[in-house]
């Protein structure tokens, strides 16, 4: 089945154009991952998938359904989103912040989470193992702690679509290969994930699909070994860098050299 | 959490303290009455029993007294209220209709209603007041760059002196000698002389927006992460801003057409409440409305028998107890303001 399709998607903000003709896609019960430099628009086309952004052109649809215009409530029914940082100047404890995931399954007459929304959110944190700290304030907790806790927030929606803004930017190695892990593991049951990325190794090692921005535009889409190439390192990230894949692995390894001055040529050499 | 039972127990022990603290407030004054008196009256005038009071002691208790403390409890519960839903969806921890300027823009609009003759017409005009100077004060702050906390306050007190020093103008140029000093008391916060049709009106406009705003506790929770969170949590976030201003600017308009520009009442009893309950809105709301209420009542009986006979303006009270919770609040939230 078809999982997030985006198509000729035009983001705007006042007189300039973030996001330009983009179109991609998120293959359905895979992991893709957005990659590009500082700036390139990859939080501004999870933005728009969201619902955050207005788009002034294009399309988004997910197995089918087109996402722009559906109703708030639908939408987080469906998708679920964790944004770079989070942060709150309510009193809230890390439980109770999971608890939010269940908002959109919740009447307004509701005053309390059902049973089953407790179980849910129970699940949730013990998946991300942050039980704990569950009783203690969020935002007495570090940064990667709270990128923890706001990923809990999105399965506790229990989403279809899991849309992620560079969710390991403030966790320690072995925190990003959990997160990753746990990716893994939505994805191999049927969720799709789009997320954006820094680190290209990491991309390369768990993402199935990658699609790659550059001044709002795609710069390249497809499998990780066929889009991570020293040329679009050199024309993309303007850097030189070395592309191998290692003996009996399918995942390429990027190792890094210098940056391409303005000349085009690298500074060392 | 609080569990089910134990939240019951809490909102049942609120309410009873309440009723309480209504049956004890009415008997202080210069009258002598005994709480069993003023029982004994007030089952008489729901129809539920005689009085053992005469005629007139009953109408101390009944045509004075009663109509001021319910309209104080209705005050504390709307200013409450309406100072929950601002801290959350300005996302300030510091708003308050009288830190941002409504209460002020509410007294302008009433007393030039007042003035031109249409007293009756006073909580309409307290409404604009507050509404203008709600957007106001949120404009302002925009433009100086983003409406954080400390510029929507500043914002704020910039239009709390404009409004205050037109109302001042208009009342020196029209007002005279007695009607001078009861509008200055009125601006000072005052429930003096407060009448059945003032509660009434009190009544009604908690009637029609505290449901509004008291089944917003899930879009409100939502806001604990900005606009972005509750966009993500399936929030229609234009629509539940603009209900809940609105519901705020009329409930903060009435009070303050009703009681005058009492300060501090919407910022510190919200905090007292979020340090036991939680900022979880779907318990803070009511019980804010509930503490509210109470912290408004005794603090109007504390204005009027603490000096007696003299009667001190109750926004003096509120103030003295609310401007160093004000410090305190600003010294836990220096990292955000």
Redesign the interface.
Known sequence: MSGLVVGHLQVRAGKSTILDDVSCSAPAGKITGLIGPNGAGKSTLI?AV???RPTARGEVTFEGRTLLGL???????LL??V?QA????????V???VR??R??F?S?????PSTEDEAIVEDAIGELGIAPFAGRLYHSLSGGEQQRVQLARALA?QPRLLLLDEPTSHLDIEAQLRVLGLLRRRAAAGCTVLVALHDLNLAARFCDHLVVLQQGRVAAEGRPADVLTAALLRDVYRVHAMVSTPAGSSHPHVIYDDVIDASGTSKSG | ?AS?PASFLAYTGLWVLVIISVVIAVTFGPAKISPAEVWGSLLHHLGLGETSLSPLRDAIVWELRMPRVLAALGIGAGLALSGTVMQ?LT???LADPFLLGLSSGAALGAVTFLLIGAALLMPVGAFIGSVTALALALSIATLLGGATPSRAILAGICIAAVASALTSLLIFWSATGDSYREILSWLLGSLSGTTWGDAGIVGLSLVLCSPLIL?S??GL??F??????A???????GRLRWTLLGATALLTGIMVAIGGAIGFVGLVVPHMV??VV???H?VLLPTSMLVGALFMLWSDTAARSLFDPRELPVGIVTALIGAPVFLLILLR?RQ?T
């Open positions: 933005g969201v619902g955050l109703p708030p409530a639908e939408r987080a029914r679920a989103h944004e989070a942060t709150t100047t309510e009193r809230l404890r439980r109770d912040v939010l995931g908002i959109p919740q307004t007459w509701q005053a309390t929606q | 959490m089910r959350v996302r300030n921890p089944l506790g899930r929770d939502a604990a992460f900005g606009e972005s969170g966009i993500g949590l399936g929030i229609d976030i979020r340090l939680g900022s979880r779907r939230y955000v």
